[in-house]
């Protein structure tokens, strides 16, 4: 009976399982020993995951749709690969400034957790500012390091004697024109905004199937900023920087529409340039059916890039026309690193954006997406001058660059600029005069809420 017992439960599958662990063992013992080993590895093995996970710190980044999301992608590995502790998760917007801002203020205003860093457009960090969304960055950002860069995006990231946002890339409107033509034709390019028109119709005649400027005028921000560079090279202005009130009914204002509407559209531009935003515009240069046109530096790449661009080597480029007796202007863009007031993470944002806006990476985004640095240092740099020549052109440009209104409520005055310029381009407009008028008084209430 007893042989009989023993065997039976020599022949289970535990003790075939535990034989082997000792053989003076005794079975019983040994399935025991076996399962203690067991419970003690699965034990430390969800420990050691679940410390993997905590040690992983989540960075909530909100961007907009890039022109070249492969640099993106690099700079976000690079600082992976540095910060293992860290995995960044980048929620990506949309390419146009304005639906961007419209999400991005949505899940600020619902203060929400899931945001941490965020980009800015030039004109919002005072919007941003008074609503309480953005952190104050002073003792962060000091003075010392802020002095190495451009003074006058600096000034468009302070708001009420503080600064909310570390400047990561300038851009300002630049003339992009096809030096081939201009050679070509006999022309040098043009100083004044007539001398580009009449540059455009005799070159257009001779060159059938071309138009002579491609610009962005839709309804959105970029057509404010277009707009602002023609006002101000007659003399206006959108608001009066002494005065504080618009000036968009009086006649430098009203000249300088008047030239886009019976001059620009439909004429040296297609009639489609009402529904451009930079990328279409930029594609019908980069097809060849443009002599001239009006981008940021970001499109200089793109343009000399044989792959992608039909008048690659042909391009030259050039600071804004004037009006005869007014100064070239162009409107100061360009985006800023920010944090949310509403993130648990500000150390590590800030960690971030000491990293993004660092000179090596605002090196990177300008040899592989020529986009002009804001650290005034890395114009001296000669392997950028090498790349992105027009940098070094440029440079003055970038230093006077006209700021659209600083005010935290410029959404909305951005919004009566729009939809005035808009209607008064197209010929919609009934009555322009009447609607410039109108669209200041609307300015005026708006500017009397600021706090």
């Known amino acids: ?17 535990t034989a082997p662990v000792s053989a003076g063992m005794r079975p019983g013992r040994a399935a025991l020993f076996l399962l203690v080993i067991l ?12 410390t993997k996970k905590e040690e992983r710190q989540i960075l909530r980044f909100y961007t907009w749709k890039p022109n070249h999301p492969e640099v993106w992608d690099e700079i976000v590995r690079t600082f992976e690969v540095e910060h293992p502790e860290v995995k960044v998760h ?21 203060r929400s957790k899931d945001l941490d860093v965020f980009l800015m457009d030039v004109v919002w960090p005072a919007e941003f500012a008074a609503a309480g969304w953005a952190l104050p960055l002073d003792e962060r950002f000091p003075e010392s390091e802020r002095s190495r860069y451009f003074a006058n995006v600096i000034q468009a990231n302070t708001y009420g004697g503080k600064i909310y946002g570390v400047p990561l890339y300038i851009d300002t409107g630049m003339l992009y024109y096809r030096r081939d033509l201009l050679e070509r ?12 028109v009449r540059q455009a119709g005799i070159i257009t005649a001779a060159e059938p199937g071309m138009y002579g400027l491609s610009a962005q005028f839709k309804q959105y921000e970029g057509l404010v900023c277009n707009m602002l560079e023609y006002i101000m090279a007659n003399r206006g202005h959108l608001i009066h920087p002494e005065t504080g009130k618009s000036g968009l009914a009086e006649r430098p204002a009203r000249e300088a529409v008047q030239f ?3 001059r620009i559209i439909g004429r040296t531009a297609p009639a489609g340039v009402l529904a451009y935003e930079e990328p279409e515009s930029l594609a019908l240069f980069v097809q060849g059916k443009a002599v001239f046109h009006r981008n940021w530096p970001y499109a200089w790449e793109t343009a000399n890039d044989p792959a992608r661009s039909r008048v690659a080597g042909k391009i030259g480029i050039a600071p804004l026309p004037r009006f005869p007796g007014g100064e070239s202007h162009a409107a100061l863009g360009g985006w800023q690193l920010g944090i949310s007031r ?4 500000k150390e590590l944002a800030w960690t971030f954006i000491e990293f993004l806006s660092s000179p090596r990476i605002q090196k990177l985004l300008a040899l592989k997406a020529s986009l002009a640095p804001t650290r005034k240092d890395l114009y001296e740099d000669r392997e950028i001058l090498a790349a992105c020549p027009q940098f070094g052109a440029m440079k003055r440009v970038f230093v006077s660059a006209a700021p659209r209104p600083v005010s935290p409520l410029y959404p909305a005055l951005s919004n009566v600029m729009q939809r005035y310029f808009s209607r008064a381009v197209s010929g919609v407009a009934v009555d322009p005069e009447g609607e410039s008028l109108a669209a200041a008084a609307e300015m005026a209430r708006l500017l009397t809420l600021a706090p």
Request: charge should be positive; charged fraction near 25%; include cysteine.
């Open 1 to 17: 009976m007893r042989r009989s017992h023993r065997h039976g439960r020599l022949g289970t599958p535990m003790d075939n399982m």
């Open 90 to 110: 980048r929620e990506i917007g949309p390419h146009s400034s304005t639906s961007f801002h419209d999400l991005l203020t949505q899940k600020l205003k619902n």
């Open 342 to 345: 509403y993130s648990e993470n």
């Open 260 to 262: 886009v509407r019976e």
């Open 185 to 196: 034709h006999g022309f040098k390019p043009p100083e004044t905004w007539p001398e580009m």
């Open 39 to 50: 419970a003690l590895c699965l034990v430390f093995a969800g420990c050691g995951e679940g």
